[in-house]
């Protein structure tokens, strides 16, 4: 057999081996977890206790009550984003998924905190809105044959 047919026939073996499938789940999969727990873990770390908590606290227990919404919004997708990284999916796709993930969480945690309340809504809508339009696009405009 040619050597060249021998090498690419064994590339296509690597890329179809069970270990490699069952390892690219699992790598999104973390990266998801440790990306979003990073993300917030830095706006705790990068942030202080707001004058806002002592000044108006009427304002601050409602601003942390849309925190708490907007976490459970970030949660669900988070959760939803662990079942689909199950299956197969390209990487300019995963990589969408990822950056809307960890805009959502990373926000919400500012917002949380009571910091940079503007760009921290701003930046929870783009992530939202990023991952409807991936998801949206993300068969590449076809349809599938149940939706005939």
């Known amino acids: ?4 047919v021998l090498h690419r026939a064994s590339r296509i073996d ?5 270990a490699h499938r069952a390892m690219t789940p699992m790598l999104l999969r973390a990266a998801l977890v440790v990306g979003c727990a990073l993300s917030v873990a830095a706006v705790a770390i990068a942030t202080d206790r707001p004058e806002l908590l002592r000044s108006a606290p009427e304002l601050a227990r409602l601003l942390r009550g849309m925190a708490l919404l907007k976490g459970v919004l970030a ?9 689909r990284f199950g299956q197969p999916i390209r990487t300019t796709v995963a990589t969408g998924y990822l950056a809307g993930a960890l805009l959502m969480t990373g ?10 309340l503007l760009p921290a809504a701003t930046a929870f809508h783009l992530g939202l809105f990023t991952l409807l339009a991936v998801a949206w696009r993300a068969d590449g405009g076809r349809r599938t044959a149940s939706a005939h």
């Open 1 to 4: 057999m040619n050597a060249a």
């Open 14 to 18: 690597a890329k179809t081996h069970p």
């Open 75 to 83: 949660l669900a997708a988070v959760a939803v984003l662990l079942w």
């Open 107 to 116: 926000s919400t945690a500012l917002i949380w905190q009571l910091a940079a």
